[in-house]
């Protein structure tokens, strides 16, 4: 069973980069999608990007200009960085891998438990 | 505000049958991307429940079935049991977004 758990600051201070990473067990990274997904307090659910085990990436452009995301696969992790953050970024970040069975554009089937990051001074 | 949109809420008797709708527009739902569906019950993390519209992943109950038409999809849930009160989101893909987006979800109470 494959198992995903986020990790990282769950306080961050305006202006600065939120540092993500979640950690895949039970299952190789390799030769799937992973995406960043969040949800702000009393809103819906955001995609953030994917990005494949190769480290190719597809951002959603809301999020272009200030998303990074990074692999390594020699310790099955992958990361999010998201700079010049202010209140509005303030949410619970999950982690997940697209189902690979499925018809493009890929679904979720494993999600992490989500981790909440606020921004505030 | 979500792109696809979802009732806030529904309830249902045990042994009862609910659905629940999703309706979205002519650059996601109705541009004939999949919609799929994800129950995250209180404090765990979300669970894959339905894709490709209609098709159950491997241990999804057969009480789960989904549907769609036009630029809408539904979820119902047959024999409503306590177990089933969650919070349940559709998910597809917009074309004008380049972007996953999903429903604001529905939380789901066993009366």
């Known amino acids: 069973q494959v198992q995903l758990q986020e990790s990282g600051p769950g306080l961050v201070k305006p202006s600065e980069t939120l540092s993500l990473t979640c950690t895949v067990s039970g299952g190789s990274i390799s030769g799937s999608y992973w995406s960043w997904i969040r949800q702000p307090p009393g809103k819906g659910l955001e995609w953030i990007g994917y990005?494949?085990?190769?480290?190719?990436?597809n951002y959603n452009p809301s999020f272009k200009s200030r998303v990074t995301m990074s692999v390594d696969t020699s310790r099955n992790q992958f990361s999010l960085r998201l700079n010049s953050i202010t209140a509005a970024d303030t949410a619970v970040y999950y982690c997940?891998?697209?189902?690979?069975?499925?018809?493009?554009?890929?679904?979720?089937?494993?999600w992490g438990q989500g981790t909440l990051v606020t921004v505030s001074s | 505000q979500s792109v696809l949109t979802q009732p806030p809420s529904v309830s249902g008797a045990p042994g009862q049958r609910v659905t629940i709708s999703c309706t979205g527009s002519?650059?996601?739902?109705?541009?004939?991307?999949?919609v799929h569906w994800y129950q995250r019950l209180p404090g765990t993390a979300p669970k894959f429940l339905i894709y490709g519209d209609i098709n159950r992943p491997s241990g999804v109950p057969d009480r789960f079935s989904g549907s769609k038409s036009g630029t809408s999809a539904s979820l119902a849930i047959t024999g409503l049991q306590a177990e089933d009160e969650a919070d349940y989101y559709c998910?597809?893909?917009?074309?004008?977004?380049?972007?996953?987006?999903f429903g604001g979800g529905t939380k789901l109470t066993v009366l």
């Open positions: 997940a891998r697209h189902y690979s069975s499925a018809s493009a554009p890929l679904p979720f089937d494993y």
């Open positions: 990005i494949y085990s190769s480290g190719s990436t």
């Open positions: 002519g650059t996601n739902i109705g541009a004939g991307f999949h």
């Open positions: 998910q597809s893909y917009d074309t004008s977004l380049s972007a996953w987006v």
